[in-house]
């Protein structure tokens, strides 16, 4: 039996589409291990959002010949389907494959032979247009479940489009179908994730369904105690969903919507199709509904032409904004993408400086979230996440917990009083069976 191993970088898509490969390797006889139980094959499994991720990869392949240098080495993903011919000359890599090839990799290498020369197996990106289901199992404590793959939008940052290809969906109806086996497997969180997941519906090129209507059906498995989405174009995140996921038994009050910029200059710049307006409006009704909610912000720093007075205006929109949290990106050039041929280069101090100033900003945001939820009664989901005696935990709206270690709390959902946030930014709460025994 050969053992195989994965290595993901990047999404929660790539997590659910390493998970599924990983079990297509099983149901051929292999071995899944982990990475440093000297497999014979190693899979990794790429992004290419950002420059450090390319460096990553090579990393990771140095890493896996020092583990076993006869281990056939295979790179699948985005930056594989951008840069094949470059990682086919990295020392130790024996395949690159793909985004219309990673799915049939088995099929394509059934021996894993090494040769002298590596094997490019990487057709244009126009020949992605299959929808391949995918979702995480037994792999952490949440599922994350792929409903919709590509992108139809052409930032001027992003190289997602030439990477996985047009906006494709799954039907609702294959959908359920995974769901029902994720719930008989008892996940207690499922995760919505995509590529840009409200776009949702298009099949075969034409729109057949919507992404609402996956929400009201999805909301309806039994078995699934919550359910989670991943990320949302403010755009496309209509009222409509809001209202329903927020009334919803299963659906939770955390939203993560991708704001990029607070400047209306740069938005239109980096061809977003919204204005900040339109951001701040769908804050304000998320919070209506449920002023707990949790609402995480992506925005990108040293975006070419972005003057001081242009950040600064950006600064100041999230500062004044009711979010909970921000994951900050410095903007680094992608090759074959809009923005490294506009004017106003910010050179990288300074991008680093504006990184820094909103990531201090986030554990602002973030602390203050986080008091803002002290005294209240959350219901926990503990995972295997354990450190100097402590298990973690989120709560439905995504506030990360401690609780003193208790190996029967693993994987399951239980009510605590969030009580302090201890000197590690995480929120402790009451021993969970103190509070149980009350109810």
């Known amino acids: ?40 094959v190693f899979i990794i499994n790429t992004c290419s959002v950002t420059e450090n991720a390319d460096k990553k990869c090579k990393k990771i392949v140095k ?52 040769s002298d020369e590596a094997q490019v197996l990487a057709s244009e990106i126009k020949e992605a247009r299959a929808f391949n289901n995918a979702y995480s199992i037994n792999d952490r404590t949440r599922t994350f479940l792929k409903v919709q793959d590509g992108c139809n939008y052409h930032c001027a940052f992003c190289t997602i489009p030439l990477a996985r290809g ?52 999805i909301d309806q498995v039994n078995g699934i105690d919550r359910i989670r989405i991943s990320s949302i174009e403010p755009n496309l995140l209509t009222n409509e969903i809001i209202e329903y996921t927020l009334t919803s038994n299963r659906f939770v009050p955390h939203f993560h919507i991708p ?79 809009a923005a490294p041929d506009m004017e106003g280069t910010v050179p990288m101090k300074e991008r680093n400086r504006r990184s820094k100033m909103l990531r201090i900003l986030s554990e602002k945001k973030k602390r203050q979230f986080y008091e803002s939820q002290l005294g209240t009664t959350r219901t926990v989901l503990f995972e295997d996440d354990v450190q100097d005696g402590m298990m973690h ?26 009580t302090h946030i201890n000197d590690n930014g995480v929120v402790e709460v009451e021993e969970p069976e103190m509070v149980f025994e009350t109810h």
């Open 1 to 40: 039996m050969k053992k195989v191993a994965f290595y993901t970088l990047g999404c929660k898509l790539n997590f659910s589409e390493t998970s599924t490969i990983s079990r297509q390797f099983e149901d051929r006889g292999f071995q899944k291990v982990e990475f440093s139980d000297t497999p014979d």
């Open 63 to 114: 890493e896996a010949q020092k583990i076993n240098p006869e281990g056939f080495v295979a790179i699948i993903g985005c930056y594989a389907q951008l840069k094949p011919k470059e990682i086919s000359e990295i020392e130790g890599v024996d395949a690159v494959l793909g985004a219309a090839e990673k799915f049939r990799l088995l099929d394509l290498l059934p021996t894993f032979q090494k």
């Open 166 to 217: 047009k906006s494709r969906s799954d039907s609702i109806a294959n959908i359920i179908k995974s769901a029902e086996e994720i719930a008989a497997t008892d996940t207690k969180e499922v995760v919505l994730t995509g590529v840009n997941i409200g776009d949702f519906g298009i099949q075969e090129g034409k729109r057949v369904e919507k992404f609402v209507d996956l929400v009201k059906a």
């Open 259 to 337: 704001l990029q910029s607070g400047n209306n200059k740069i938005l239109r710049k980096m061809r977003r199709r919204y204005l900040r307006e339109l951001y701040e409006d769908r804050v304000s009704k998320i919070k209506n509904i449920i002023p707990d909610s949790c609402i995480g912000v992506d925005v990108i720093v040293g975006f070419p032409g972005e003057t001081e007075e242009d950040f600064l205006d950006t600064y100041n929109f999230l500062n004044e904004l009711n979010i909970s949290y921000l994951h900050v990106f410095t903007y680094s050039e992608r090759a074959n993408t």
């Open 393 to 418: 935990g989120f709560t439905e709206n995504y506030v990360r917990v401690a609780a003193k270690y208790d190996p029967l709390l693993i994987n399951e959902l239980k009510t605590v009083q969030l």
